[in-house]
């Protein structure tokens, strides 16, 4: 898979639909993540970042070429979805006095998809349900099928793919690849996190 690198590549990148560009997220689940469930939590602190920079860098060079209207799309599952809704919602709140329009978007794969998850979850969810502006039930019952449906309606709507892969197999990667096939353009911010998390860190070693 080639994944974009550069603020260059990032301008090249154009807008299906005139006037908007529609950026979805894939990612790990907290399996992958240390465990930690919550988006919430202090120690998904540097993803959040990473998505944040990811996010405010495309729009800006975006808006230089006069789109004015974004669509960023989350498949709500627990982990990197959920913590890019929150990304996306500081980005809406920034945003939203400099004349540019974001609608947070919740496609989900079907209903009641956190009927398998523990209660803090599910408040959770609810959340960050509250945090989008609109959603689209890709499917109506519960099933991998239904997950695999989710992500080809994402990857099939969007301009961009950004993601946090650390290169392991899984839904993840498999994800990235119906993406790469399909010619979208792919952004991982995996690195950026991590430059992150360890000057963050150092910064905090030097400080004891």
Known sequence: ?????????????????????????????????????????????????????????????????????????????????????RAAKDCKEYY???????????????????????????REYRQLLDMCDTGKLVNWYYSAKGMQLRNIYMVDQSDMVVTYWDGTDGGTANCLEYADKKGKPLFNVFDIAKRMKEKREAKLKASK
């Open 96 to 122: 939203k006095s400099k004349g540019v329009v974001i609608t947070i978007v919740a496609a989900l794969p079907c209903v009641k998809q956190y009927r398998k998850w523990l209660k803090p979850s599910r």
């Open 1 to 85: 898979m080639n994944f974009i690198k550069t603020e260059a590549e990032v301008f090249a990148v154009q807008p299906s639909v005139k006037g908007c560009f529609t950026i979805n997220v894939t990612g790990h689940r907290p399996d992958k993540l240390g465990k930690v469930y919550s988006a919430f939590d202090d120690k998904h602190k540097d993803i959040l970042d990473a998505f944040k920079l990811f996010l405010w860098k495309t729009i800006d060079a975006k808006r230089k070429q006069g789109v004015v209207a974004f669509k960023l799309v989350s498949g709500m599952a627990l982990g990197i979805d959920s913590i890019f809704v």
